[in-house]
């Protein structure tokens, strides 16, 4: 944007303000409790998500959401034989999806690179999950990247295929590897917060 339009441009996260979840439950569970939160749209890596469940064994998929692919999941649920490990959740109040998030062991954020917008953004529910103390797995684009080289909050994947989603769950199944990512997810949810922000928005504005 700089070069094209010659002018000064500054990035404002869409960090949270500072929350304490001290009622996380301890994790991870068996079977292990996965999660995705979002608009049921195209792009989202919903339908790989739904389909790698058939390569993950003691695991069951919830959610969160509605949207035009909702069909489209109910269909793939139905013909993979996946009732009783993915289920679709709806729609939720945000206090009610906050406490559902604290029942969780693993999010999913697995956009395509359709757009620059999904290419270069950090998503609020990558911030969520942080918050919440729940390590994830989400793309290797450039946002997602620079933050997990900071803390290391979750596994990048390089391509959005079953067998990488199956094998990252994988990696996180293991209890000392999952602490070890939740401690930085705690460590992340003190740094990634609305005041940081503060000294942007005051150049931007000129208050300086």
């Known amino acids: ?35 995705y939160q979002g608009v049921l749209n195209e792009g989202r890596g919903l339908e790989i998500l739904v389909e790698s469940m058939g390569e993950i064994p003691d695991a069951v998929l919830s959610i969160f959401g509605e949207g035009i692919l909702k069909e489209r999941l109910e269909k793939i649920i139905e013909e993979k034989g996946l009732q009783e490990t993915v289920f679709l959740k709806g729609l939720l109040a945000p206090d009610q999806l906050y406490e559902e998030m604290l029942t969780m062991d693993i999010s999913f954020n697995l956009l395509e690179a359709r757009s620059l917008n999904y290419y270069y953004s950090t998503a609020n529910k990558f911030y969520d999950a942080v918050r919440c103390k729940t390590p994830q797995i989400t793309m290797d684009f450039p946002e997602y990247k620079r933050h997990i080289e900071q803390y290391k909050v979750g596994i990048l994947l390089t391509e959005l295929t079953q ?24 460590k992340a949810s003190k740094e990634w917060i609305w005041p940081r922000n503060t000294p942007i928005l005051q150049k931007i504005y000129g208050m300086e």
């Open 1 to 35: 944007l700089e070069k094209r339009y010659g002018r000064p441009f500054e990035v404002v996260y869409n960090y949270h303000r500072p929350i304490d979840f001290t009622a996380k439950e301890e994790a991870p569970h068996r079977p292990l409790r996965l999660f």
């Open 163 to 186: 067998s990488a989603v199956s094998q990252a769950v994988q990696k996180l199944r293991n209890p000392q590897t999952y602490t070890q990512f939740q401690s930085q997810c705690e």
